[in-house]
């Protein structure tokens, strides 16, 4: 008898469950690898690029979601090990970007002594141009704040009478109001010259820095609204670009100047306001390393505070941040009934004696 040699399989003989594993897993190390450093990248250029605004439109949500799923899909496939550390390490990078709150986990803040205050900070989406009038103010009164930091406030828009017992101070847009004797005002990047008319006020004051008195001591409140990104116009426009550098000069201009006098104040201080940047962007990287997120003191572990068009909030572009001899007792995001697309930040804190 004679024996029959079986030729050795070749390539083209290798099962195809074989060829299809051997291209999931470099699909899977490909596509971790590409969102590692589009991650990286986004924490080294957010912020310092004017041409990463683009990017910076991505979702929040994103980075923590994108990553995610490739980790899944490399576990169930059992694509191996590289892939699923690959995209371990776009999670790591990109978890912290996506706009979580740990601090919900932890117990809620004790009360200390000092001066409690409740304060509100609102984009009013225009005021209440497309609301019932009598309702906005209703809604506003009820917060029975001791200061209210409005953005998008209208010219015009405040009556006597609409807030009795509270000064209303005004740059523009910026409106703030307050029962709190007022010690000194700072519109920011500067005063305007006295002959700028409303609309020019807008353009130019987009931080307004009000001194009350909170007991003994003198609290600087600071109501923000910096410029948005970008308008929505086709890349393929030749203005697409020119607007986005000129976006992301006015935001930058803007942002200098608010951290040049919140890092030359030695008093308590809270920034809060509609900052147009969502956790993912790197324009308030100086404010969250050098003073604290209110949200430590939120409950919610996905805060978030604007909704567009969408029945629910998306993700966060309000912020507050406080000093040191503050401590942030609540935060919360209040429903805006309809009447805006940004949620109310409340803000209850006390000022602790300094001397």
Known sequence: MTATLTPAPTVADRPVRVRIGHIARRAGVASGVAWLVFAGLNVVLSGRWWLWLVPDLLPPLAFAVVPAVLTVGAALLRLGRRPLLIALAGLAVGGA???????????????????????????????????????????????DADVYLLQEYEENGLHPGDFPGYTAI?????????????????????????ASSWRQVYEQVKSLRVDVMAGGETLSVYNVHMPIQLDLVSPLSPGFYRQLRLRDAARHRQYTALQSDVRGNRNPVLVAGDFNTSPAMGDIR????????????????YPASWRSYWPVDLWRLDWAFTSDP?????????????????SLQRIELTVRRTR
């Open 97 to 143: 970007q996506a706009g979580f709150n740990p601090a919900a986990l932890l117990p809620s803040p004790g009360d200390v002594a000092g001066t409690h205050l409740k304060v509100v900070a609102w984009n009013t989406e225009v005021w209440d141009d497309w609301d019932d009038p009598a309702r906005f103010l209703a809604f506003l009164r009820a917060q």
């Open 170 to 194: 005004e740059r523009g847009e910026l409106l703030t109001l307050t029962r709190l004797p007022v010690r000194r005002v700072v519109a920011l990047p500067a005063e305007p010259a006295p």
């Open 286 to 301: 100086w404010l969250t390393g050098s003073l604290h997120d209110a949200a430590s003191a939120d409950r919610s572990l």
């Open 326 to 342: 503050i401590a942030v007792q609540r935060y919360e995001f209040v429903d805006p009934r309809g009447m805006s697309d940004h």
